[in-house]
């Protein structure tokens, strides 16, 4: 049903620009794999989508989770992963996060960040969501990925190795004999090169725009993950979608992230009669797992009949509120919502993907020099729900393995022949808007917080009448991003069909209990074989 190619493609006829290192992406795993390689004295293209500012980590409010604190212990944190993971998480791979991250949190101090400090000089802690300490280091108060990425751009921009193509869209991974050898890019005037390489490094993100109501910015289409599905890597849970409990909901205002940090600080989530509710969820109240305050959050919507719930930090001066979420605080300001002073009405939104491109402790996928960091890869860390700030932490942990894994490979030795022509014809004159609009819809009913066998096999029937599209001629950024999402949706739906248990943010309400017995096992799709389970490896 996916074919090989987004285009027909014959990298024989197109021109080629050669480098060590290709990392596709410009988020933190992208910023920070470049400089990692450039200092192993790599030649470096870094490609991104928009510009090397726009990516989903410039929009991460909370912070970075590392072990900083003698209060605090590697042990402990391994221990909030693994339960946060709902028993699906790789342990070596958490291993690795939890003793590797704040050797990390260093190097991006090195780089230029700077992290948020108390009087005292020592950098400031805060708690989120199932952590049992503080450990959550935060910049300028709620902008801590705005400033990792402007300090590592800052970096990157002054780096000689490092070339830097803005605005240029990465279609397909040229591949020969199980091994990739660089990537067929479009540039901004539409000409396409292919850009061959040692290494090819995915940094591309998530693929929040599969949902109508999303945290992600515009941009994360999950093209990395099905790029690497149709270059033929294993794509490993994705079923497991997070969706972010408190997005803020009001009339036009977009989903504007409300940081965990927020109940991190005391707030608390009031149902629309002004009752707190947590209490009747879970012992942690609005600090249990993001799925669990989700699904709280969505059934007091329904048992009031509305479309939000409150969050509540008026407990806290208007001083303390400005000066640790200045960020979240002007937004509000902007529709008239005083964060110190109103109850502000808050829904889940998708967020962020545990799964993506199988890795192993390398970053190295099952294609021969093809490597994925961040959110686009399954290094297992995350399990069946990520653990708050975790995310940005596996970025650096994992880029710098993945550095250390390429500066062992030899040179490509075998000429790419890469050459895709299936015949494709003319696509519908339907505008790609109004199919991305259905497609984010359809995901969000039938494939969302709640799902349902009978809602997963419309979903899946919907969009296999979409599936010519694959066979069409594609041409321009919209319509490539629609065929990834394309891809995408239906690994996800397949996946959560396939689960019939109730694990992390995987609910099916026909299976609402976990099932170790059977289900403690990853659902994996491959573009030759199909859907299959692995059974966990040194499981958490």
């Known amino acids: 049903m996916i074919p090989r190619s987004l285009i027909d493609i014959d990298i024989a006829a197109l ?60 042990l402990y944190h391994r221990q909030d992963t693994l339960i946060a993971g709902a028993g699906l998480c790789t342990a070596d791979a958490v291993d690795v996060l939890v003793h590797e991250g704040p050797d990390g949190v260093q190097e991006l101090i090195r780089f230029g960040t700077q992290f948020d400090r108390e009087d005292g000089g020592e950098y400031a802690l805060t708690m989120e969501g199932a952590h049992s300490q503080r450990r959550i280091l935060h910049a300028q108060g709620d902008a801590t990925g705005a400033e990792i990425v402007r300090a590592l751009a800052a970096e990157t921009r002054r780096n000689e190795r490092i070339t830097v193509w803005d605005d240029h ?70 079923e497991f ?176 022949q890469f050459h895709v022509v299936l015949g494709r014809t003319e696509p519908s004159t339907q505008p790609v808007i109004e199919r991305r609009l259905k497609l984010q819809k359809l995901m969000l009913r039938y494939a969302g917080l709640v799902r349902n066998e009978k809602g997963l096999k419309k979903g899946l029937e919907e969009l296999r009448k979409q599936s010519s599209w694959f066979m069409t001629k594609l041409t321009g950024r919209e319509q490539y991003e629609y065929a990834n999402l394309l891809t995408l949706a239906l690994l996800t739906v397949l996946a959560a069909l396939r689960r019939e248990e109730s694990r992390g943010a995987h609910y099916r309400e026909d299976f609402p209990e976990r099932d170790d017995i059977v289900w403690k096992k990853h659902i994996v799709h491959h573009r030759d074989f199909g859907v299959a389970e692995e059974s966990l490896q040194h499981g958490g």
Request: charge should be negative; hydrophobic fraction near 40%.
């Open 15 to 74: 021109p080629r620009v050669e480098t060590d290192v290709i990392v596709i992406g410009s988020g933190i795993a992208g910023l920070y794999t470049a400089l990692k390689a450039a200092d192993a004295g790599q030649r470096v293209m870094m490609i991104a989508k928009k510009s090397l500012l726009e990516s989903n980590t410039r929009y991460a409010q909370g912070g970075i989770a590392a072990v900083i604190s003698d209060e605090d212990s590697p």
């Open 169 to 238: 869209f990465c279609l397909d991974l040229a591949t020969e004999e199980g091994e990739c050898c660089g990537v067929v890019v479009e540039r901004p005037g539409g000409e396409r090169t292919f850009v061959t390489a040692k290494a090819t490094v995915l940094c591309t993100g998530g693929a929040g725009q599969l949902y109508r109501y999303t945290t992600n910015p515009e941009i994360a289409t999950g093209d990395g993950i099905a790029m690497a599905f149709r270059a033929g890597a294993y794509i490993q849970d994705v």
């Open 241 to 416: 979608v997070q969706f972010h409990p408190t997005a803020l909901t009001y009339p036009g205002a977009p989903r504007f992230l409300i940081s965990e940090a927020v109940r991190g600080e005391g707030a608390v989530l009031r149902n629309i009669r002004g009752e707190r509710f947590m209490e009747h969820y879970h012992p942690q109240l609005e600090l249990a797992p993001r799925d669990v305050v989700a699904r709280a959050i969505v059934s007091e919507i329904d048992k009031t009949k509305s479309t939000f719930v409150y969050l509540d930090l008026t407990h806290e001066s208007q001083d303390v509120v400005k000066a640790r979420f200045p960020t979240i605080y002007e937004f509000c300001l902007r529709y008239g919502l005083d964060l110190s002073s109103d109850w502000i009405p808050v829904a889940p939104a998708a967020h962020y993907m545990m799964g993506g491109v199988k890795t192993d402790l390398h970053g190295e996928t099952n294609v021969k020099r093809l490597f994925a960091c961040g959110e686009v890869s399954s290094t297992g860390v995350h399990g069946a729900n990520r653990l708050a700030s975790n995310s940005l932490s596996e970025a650096i942990v994992f880029g710098r393995r993945i550095v250390e894994r390429i500066r062992a490979l030899p040179p490509l030795q075998r000429e790419p």
